[in-house]
């Protein structure tokens, strides 16, 4: 893919459950499908992305971990796993991550060390998806700095569009202070129910509000049972079931992320 520059993208709210991992997994399965050569980059010391593209992480492999922690050591290459389905890598989390931020503490250039991680096989991939912490750390500000573009899951309830100002509030300080580059590209509605008056008022207000209605996105991703029972299964529900609202919805969203 030399010459062509990918997009490097961050998933990422700092209200927790609004499915940003689930939208990491299968947003990424389906823009696989759809031909886009994908490296997900698990960020999360929970490693819940890890689980649900169905690698297991053994304390001797190397991990995300190594690589911003000693990335003298380890070529970023050596850590990435390819998954069972053509086209979707993965650069694993392990829970050791969680102390990557003290060890980091008094490094210099420290909210830069995921970034010098993905340039080094950037040109490889079509699009690099991003998964955050659910809450702002240093690991949080490392994915945030490696990125061109944040997408935002959006539960369809209020306390998740209520936290929306406080996450653009951040970017723009993120912008100011450590990566000019990044822009907020889009808000995917998430957990919608259309049988429920709150969640059909959440998406009229996102259609609506001046802040938000032009980076919405045209899909929102239905309540569905099927993409849990995929995660439980650690397989994306576009592999899972093809037929279920999940896998449709997600499809849909990442024909809607390329165009």
């Known amino acids: 893919m030399a010459g062509k520059k990918p997009r490097i993208v961050a998933i990422a709210n700092e209200k927790g459950g609004v499915g940003k991992t ?12 759809e031909g886009q050569k994908v490296l997900v980059v698990d960020m999360d010391p929970q490693h819940n992305t890890t689980n649900g593209l169905g690698i297991d992480v053994a304390d001797d492999n190397i991990s995300i971990y190594d690589l911003i922690t000693n990335g003298k050591e380890y070529k970023t290459s050596d850590a990435i796993c390819r998954t069972r389905w053509e086209k979707l890598d993965l ?18 250039a420290r909210e830069n060390r995921l970034k010098a991680v993905i340039a080094q096989v950037a040109d490889d991939y079509d699009v690099i998806i ?47 202070e450590i990566n000019p580059d990044i822009t907020i590209s889009g808000i995917i509605p998430t957990f919608f129910d259309q049988r429920t008056r709150i969640s059909r008022d ?16 045209n899909t929102a991703i239905r309540m569905n049972t099927t993409i849990t029972d995929s995660s439980d299964k650690r397989k994306p529900v576009v592999f899972y079931r093809k037929s279920s609202y999940g896998a449709q919805d997600y499809m849909a969203l990442a024909r809607e992320f390329i165009g």
């Not at 700095?145 to 509030?169: N, S």
């Open 22 to 33: 689930a939208t990491v997994v299968n947003l990424s399965a389906a823009l696989s499908v």
């Open 91 to 108: 650069l694993p989390s392990h829970i050791d991550l969680s102390g990557a931020e003290i060890e980091l503490v008094d490094e210099e």
């Open 130 to 176: 991003m998964d955050t912490p659910p809450s702002l750390s240093l690991l949080t500000i490392n994915v945030f700095a490696a990125a061109t573009e944040l997408l935002v899951p959006c539960q369809t309830h209020p306390y998740a569009y209520k936290a929306l100002e406080d996450l653009f509030d951040t970017i723009e300080d993120i912008k100011e």
């Open 202 to 217: 959440i998406l009229e207000r996102l259609q609506t509000d001046d802040r938000y209605k032009d980076l919405l996105y």
